[in-house]
């Protein structure tokens, strides 16, 4: 099982950035950031396998890039131009046995996750 330690999270107004980190305890050749509101479902938000295999939620296509250094077994997540409607918990997500190449937004496809850091935007 891989242990993933989330940072980054935090308060920031409408138009700022967050980047967000995910520390993997080994590698995981597919990873991916969710996040949930209050009273929601735990959604997709980026996707990425090895290093340049993407996908993202039309909500945040275009204001977030996720990125990963596997020399450091790390995810991260850069958030620009924060929206009230990004308010939630991000959660890191890990996959170790290969399935496909295909970036997932799908809760399904991983394994494990980390415990979540807080993203608050106000305006």
């Known amino acids: 099982q891989v242990q993933l330690v989330e940072s980054g999270g935090g308060s920031v107004q409408t138009g700022g950035s967050l980047r967000l980190s995910c520390v993997a305890s080994?590698?995981?050749?597919?990873m991916a950031w969710f996040r949930q509101a209050p009273g929601k479902e735990r959604e997709g938000v980026a996707s990425i396998v090895r290093e340049a295999l993407t996908d993202y939620a039309d909500s945040v296509r275009g204001r977030f890039t996720i990125s990963r250094d596997d020399a450091k077994n790390t995810l991260y997540l850069q958030m620009n131009s924060l929206q009230l409607e990004d308010t939630a918990i991000y959660y890191c997500?890990?996959?170790?046995?290969?399935?496909?190449?295909?970036?997932?937004?799908?809760?399904?496809?991983?394994?494990?996750w980390g415990q979540g850091t807080q993203v608050t935007v106000s305006s």
């Open positions: 080994e590698y995981a050749y597919k």
């Open positions: 997500a890990a996959r170790v046995q290969f399935t496909d190449w295909t970036p997932t937004l799908s809760k399904d496809d991983f394994d494990d």
